[in-house]
């Protein structure tokens, strides 16, 4: 069955300091895995995807995540924390009987201290 | 709109009310899907339509949760008879295209409480 876990629930990292927030997934197939950000009463944003080609891949507000097939992970970095970053992260791996049910990780809290 | 509209934003209902939650998609975004989103947990998947067709429902709880888009576009999300357990936060998703590999928007969703 196809899962995702966000080991962390919470983190605290100071401002310009780096961040890697940790997913592993579990899936049959090779996975199209996303991470979203969620600010406070806010929907959902994509941060970035990756579908397929270069495991390195780029997203928005200078994050970025590696694919990791032995390790069936999907980690997103940053290396300077701004104090806008702090919201809930959630890992996701798009899947289901259809192809396109998302899946997501129970997320990760991230806190920004001055 | 530019985005995905939900409506209300906020809801709250006494338990064994009926609910109807609105999800307005970006115009001409075939695929359009239903999470339900607990405090502190993720969102999880209800249900899934392709255009005016509901292809997969498996993540409804049970027969009091209802999902119609009858012409293709704007959904509805009913809830019969609510109970306390129903209180979460309702998004709704919608993408351009089908398949595993297409990203989704999300509105912002409604937060139902059942007092």
């Known amino acids: 069955a196809q899962s995702v876990t966000q080991p962390d629930i919470h983190i605290t990292v100071s401002e310009g300091a780096s961040l890697e927030l940790r997913c592993n997934y579990s899936y049959g197939a090779t996975p199209y895995l996303f991470w979203y950000v969620q600010s406070p009463g806010q929907g959902l944003q994509l941060l970035l995807k990756?579908?397929?080609?270069?495991?390195l891949v780029q997203g928005i507000k200078g994050f970025e995540a590696e694919f990791k097939r032995s390790q069936s992970s999907f980690n997103l970095r940053k290396p300077s924390v701004h104090w806008s970053d702090a919201a809930e992260y959630f890992c996701?791996?798009?899947?289901?009987?259809?192809?396109?049910?998302?899946?997501f990780g129970t997320g990760t809290s991230l806190t920004v201290i001055p | 709109g530019a985005g995905v509209s939900q409506s209300p934003r906020y809801k709250v209902a006494k338990r064994g009310q009926d609910v109807a939650l609105r999800c307005d998609p970006i115009?001409?975004?075939?695929?359009l899907f239903w999470y339900q989103q607990a405090l502190g947990q993720g969102p999880e998947f209800l249900t899934y339509?392709?255009?005016?067709?509901?292809?997969?429902k498996s993540g409804l709880p049970s027969d009091r949760f209802f999902a119609e888009r009858p012409e293709g576009s704007v959904s509805t999300l009913k809830i019969q008879r609510t109970q306390q357990e129903d209180s979460a936060v309702y998004l709704c998703?919608?993408?351009?295209?089908?398949?595993?590999?297409?990203?989704?928007?999300f509105g912002q969703g409604t937060r139902l409480t059942v007092v």
């Open positions: 996701a791996v798009g899947a289901g009987n259809t192809g396109n049910q998302f899946y």
């Open positions: 990756y579908f397929s080609g270069d495991t």
């Open positions: 339509f392709q255009n005016e067709a509901q292809l997969d």
């Open positions: 998703a919608s993408s351009k295209t089908t398949g595993g590999n297409t990203e989704a928007f």
């Open positions: 115009s001409g975004h075939v695929s």
